[in-house]
């Protein structure tokens, strides 16, 4: 019989990765709390990742809105090929937040935007929900934006508060980094020049219901660089001029410094804060 020695520094690797795998595949699952009450489903905020985005995308930001807001992770929704759903977990609890995972990490807004609509249907038909929130990072808000100018008003639910975190709202390119980062002069008017996902969302953002709160959030690096190294300011803000909603519903926020990079904005602990605040204080 041939013996098989683990040294104690490959048992302490075996164990890390272990838990580094467990890590990550906690991620993009439920979070079990204890106390969590079956029968009161309250505010409902779906999380959707931006471009090719996964269960990191999210997933670090939603474990600390459980930890820290009280927030209830019971329900993770991922979104197949073919654009079945599939659920896990139950939807149960105040303050809960779905997160979402596309499958296919290179769909476009378009067509994520369906599979909103399809996502928002079930939670209507399953839970009897009627109201929801929406958070989107990147690509993510194009789609929210996108369901709304072009879905929402066939909804079967209402969606009170949008969060939109370094969306590329007037970029010349949505899904792919150019080589100098889009930052269209803002006039009184709107941007200077509109580009084309601008003008699209334009075309039919008169369906957007007047009574929709926002969160519009930016990030800026430096004094000197002012976007997130992916996003401007300018375009992240061109959805004021779409919005044209009064201060009370609309709301920017820029978040400055080196942890207020594209792929970071959501790893910030400002921008939990803020978060919370806006669904679940105001």
């Not at 939603?62 to 929704?77: E, H, W």
């Not at 105040?94 to 399809?118: G, M, N, Y």
């Amino acid at each position: 019989m041939k013996l098989v020695l683990i040294t104690g520094t490959t048992l302490v690797l075996l164990i890390s990765l272990t838990l580094l795998i467990r890590w990550v595949v906690a991620l993009g699952r439920p979070i079990k709390r204890q106390g969590r009450l079956a029968t009161e489903i309250g505010a409902v905020t779906l999380f959707l990742p931006g471009y090719f985005g996964s269960r990191f995308s999210f997933g670090p930001l939603l474990k600390r809105l459980v930890k820290n807001y009280q927030a209830d992770k019971s329900l993770v929704i991922i979104v197949k090929r073919t654009g079945r759903l599939k659920l896990i977990g139950e939807l149960a609890a105040k303050r809960s937040v779905v997160q979402i995972l596309f499958e296919d990490k290179t769909s476009k807004p378009r067509q994520q935007a369906v599979w909103l609509d399809q996502i928002c249907q079930l939670l209507k038909n399953q839970y009897q929900i009627d109201h929801l929130n929406l958070v989107g990072h990147s690509m993510g808000c194009i789609t929210i934006f996108w369901y709304l100018t072009h879905q929402q008003q066939h909804a079967a639910v209402t969606i009170d508060r949008v969060v939109a975190i370094a969306g590329p709202f007037n970029d010349s390119e949505i899904a792919r980094n150019t080589a100098i980062v889009d930052s269209v002069p803002l006039t009184a008017a709107g941007p200077l020049k509109k580009r084309p996902i601008y003008s699209a969302l334009a075309a039919n953002i008169a369906t957007l219901p007047a009574s929709i709160q926002v969160l519009n959030i930016a990030g800026r690096i430096s004094d000197q660089q002012k976007d997130d190294g992916q996003v401007s300011v300018n375009s992240a803000f061109s959805l004021r001029y779409l919005l044209n909603r009064s201060l009370r519903r609309y709301h920017e926020l820029i978040v400055r410094g080196r942890r207020a990079s594209h792929r970071l904005l959501h790893e910030n602990r400002l921008v939990d804060k803020s978060i919370a605040k806006f669904l679940w204080t105001q």
